[in-house]
């Protein structure tokens, strides 16, 4: 468990000790007499609830900012695997890149676009047949599909597509 996450769930304990301590406190003093419902229910809302509250609240905080730096790191250790198996193939399915990750197709494609927005992957994907080639930044034809050869239309940011057999070429600057 990482340090944020135990230091939320330890705030939350606190917070949660600290109101039920105080509520007891004061259902004793009322349980033996020396306080009214009134004092009780004032004395666990002034002392307990402040202070329990605040201490929960931060500790959610706290725990679900670690749990979100967690899910960002696998993302990224996913995306990495994602690339490292398309360059060091060269050229793979995305299928095949699933099966190794134990992840969905849509998963894989959803890190290839990562990537291409990260502007860490240049390639192409041919998504008819869900294979996805790699190319070296300086090797990549920036005005022709690198599958048939046909004159490339631009698809989005350091995106083309191919009209003919309907390629999607990443382009990185």
Request: hydrophobic fraction near 45%; charged fraction near 20%.
């Amino acid at each position: 468990m990482s340090s944020g996450k135990t230091l939320g769930t330890g705030l939350i304990v606190a917070g949660a000790v600290w109101l039920v301590g105080w509520t007891v406190f004061f259902l004793i003093g009322h349980a033996v007499g020396r306080l009214d419902v009134a004092a009780t229910i004032f004395g666990a809302l002034v002392f307990g609830l402040p202070v329990g509250a605040g201490l929960g609240i931060a500790g959610a905080v706290v725990r679900a900012r670690a749990l979100r730096r967690v899910a960002d790191v696998e993302d990224v250790q996913f995306e990495s695997r994602v690339l490292s198996m398309i360059e060091t193939a060269g050229s793979t399915t995305v299928p095949e890149i699933a099966a190794e990750l134990g992840a969905s197709t849509q998963e894989v494609r959803e890190a290839l676009y990562d990537l291409v927005a990260k502007k860490l992957f240049t390639g192409y994907v041919n998504w008819d047949a869900q294979r996805v080639y790699s190319v070296v930044a300086g090797e990549m034809p920036t005005d022709r599909c690198p599958n048939c050869g046909a004159k490339l239309e631009l698809g989005g940011k350091d995106t083309a597509v191919c009209p003919y057999c309907k390629n999607e070429i990443f382009l990185t600057h």
